[in-house]
């Protein structure tokens, strides 16, 4: 493991050498060699053993087997490299079991975020495929996922038939394959709700294994590393820290509408769609993007469900009537382009207005939005023209300054000082006479004996 112990320059400087290498591998002439394998009745391209992949790393940098293999283990372990057999154990075995080189719409460097809407439609579709037949893990968080998300469970269960007979056209190799790359990238990169039941159930069971705690570690090294440069507490806030040294430049400089957003915050938009829609001025570039593509409407939309879903119970009807007269029904002069089948639930749902009422037709087209214009948007001129103009503050550094000192310190501050000055102040014998006689004169009598 000793090719990825480099300095950090970014969070994915790992997953880029560990790249390097894993081209190396695939090279013709020079890489592992692979070879058509059969897999029960079905052909596999470009198959190749766990022996030879440790050999190949034994050779390439002169390690002994036992290193070659751990090195191997972690390319599994972060799903360049998935195994076509035993998929649940993500380590690589020095024998002629079968693996492959993950295809690199699925490397680690793409950032796709990984949600439990996608993880639910890819279990529906391999329900529907297997005949309502689970491996028992997956059959549990299929039911977990079921009941979590009940209320869109019919639009999950669309998408996935969709999925299903989109499959079905491709030639039986292709889809194979295609079947085990989407099958490890799930087995490494699980949804955080599922995730953290399973390590719940995992300790509680007393079931923990190395290989699965080195999985659990790799998922959150990646996490940390993807956001450590934006976390305040591990990270300088630029231009300064306000709450160390009162100045708001800061918070000037983020301040949710800003005209120009630092290269901080422009950066954080490419973790993943839903931090781009979760900051108002990115949903601001996104929406400047959407017009330009003349379909504004539907990230309209969205914002619209948004506040139906955390707005007032009072004005809940009225706003879900709104919605539905501006997007979705006929004639509609923002009409949204929804499937039959999202419209009856949504319409069906209508009729009895809730804050959730609008969920199946708000998922379909945030995915829509995530898997085709979010893309296109990464590459457009409109976030191109705003990475470039984004500003990148310089630290201000200030010299025997502190920070200003909490209200609540200063009053107390305040009344220990005016306790001190009465205390050294001279007593004026009259004033303390004529005071305790006129109290003297206010307390009344006491009550006669009986």
């Known amino acids: 493991c000793f090719y990825l112990h480099q300095p950090l320059i970014s969070p994915y400087v790992p997953y880029m050498q560990a790249e390097k290498v894993l081209l190396e591998m695939q090279d013709p002439k020079k890489g592992v060699k692979s070879q058509p ?141 295609f079947d085990c790359q989407e099958r490890a990238y799930w087995v490494v990169h699980r949804p955080p709700t599922l995730l953290f039941a399973e390590m719940k159930r995992l300790f509680s069971s007393n079931m923990i294994r190395s290989d699965m705690i080195f999985h659990f570690s790799c998922r959150l090294v990646k996490y940390c590393a993807t956001y450590n440069s934006h ?38 938009w490419t973790f993943s769609f839903g931090e781009l829609l979760s900051d108002p001025r990115g949903r601001d570039d996104f929406r400047l993007f959407l017009k330009k593509e003349f379909s504004g409407e539907n990230l309209a939309f969205w914002e619209g469900c948004e506040d139906l879903k955390w707005g007032t119970a009072v004005t809940m009807r009225e706003k879900a009537e709104q919605i539905y007269k501006t997007f979705l029904a006929r004639g509609a002069p923002r009409w949204i ?48 023209d705003t990475t470039k103009k984004a500003i990148c503050p310089e630290e201000h550094k200030f010299t025997n300054r502190r920070p200003s000192l909490s209200p609540i310190i200063l009053r107390q501050q305040e009344l220990e000082q005016r306790a001190k000055m009465a205390a050294s102040a001279p007593v004026d014998i009259t004033q303390v006479m004529s005071k305790l006689s006129k109290q003297g004169k206010e307390v009344p009598p006491p009550p006669p004996r009986k």
């Open 337 to 384: 382009n929804i499937d039959g089948k999202t419209m009856e639930i949504t319409v069906s749902g209508l009729r009895h207005p809730h804050r959730y009422v609008l969920d199946a037709a708000q998922t379909h087209i945030y995915m829509l939005m995530k898997k085709d214009s979010y893309g296109r948007y990464m590459k457009s001129k409109v976030f191109k």
């Open 37 to 177: 394998q059969r897999l029960v009745i079905t052909t596999i391209p470009h198959a190749i053993t766990g022996e030879d992949i440790v050999a190949w790393i034994a050779d390439r940098f002169q390690v002994d087997a036992q290193e070659a293999r751990s090195f191997g283990s972690m390319l599994v372990a972060l799903g360049y490299i998935y195994p076509l057999q035993d998929h649940k154990r993500l380590v690589i075995k020095p024998d002629a079991s079968l693996y492959r080189f993950q295809t690199p719409y699925f490397w680690p460097t793409q950032q796709w975020p990984v949600e439990d809407t996608d993880y639910a439609i890819y279990l529906a579709k391999r329900n529907i495929r297997k005949k309502g037949i689970l491996e028992l893990h997956e059959q549990e968080q299929y039911n977990r996922l079921h009941k979590w998300m009940n209320h869109k469970w019919d639009f999950i269960v669309m998408q996935a038939k969709e999925q299903y007979r989109a499959a079905k056209e491709r030639k039986k190799p292709d889809r194979v394959v």
């Open 231 to 268: 976390d305040p507490f591990l990270s300088k806030c630029l231009p300064s820290n306000p709450w160390l040294t009162d100045d708001v430049t800061y918070w000037t400089l983020n301040m949710p509408n800003v005209e120009i957003p630092t290269k901080m915050r422009v950066e954080r």
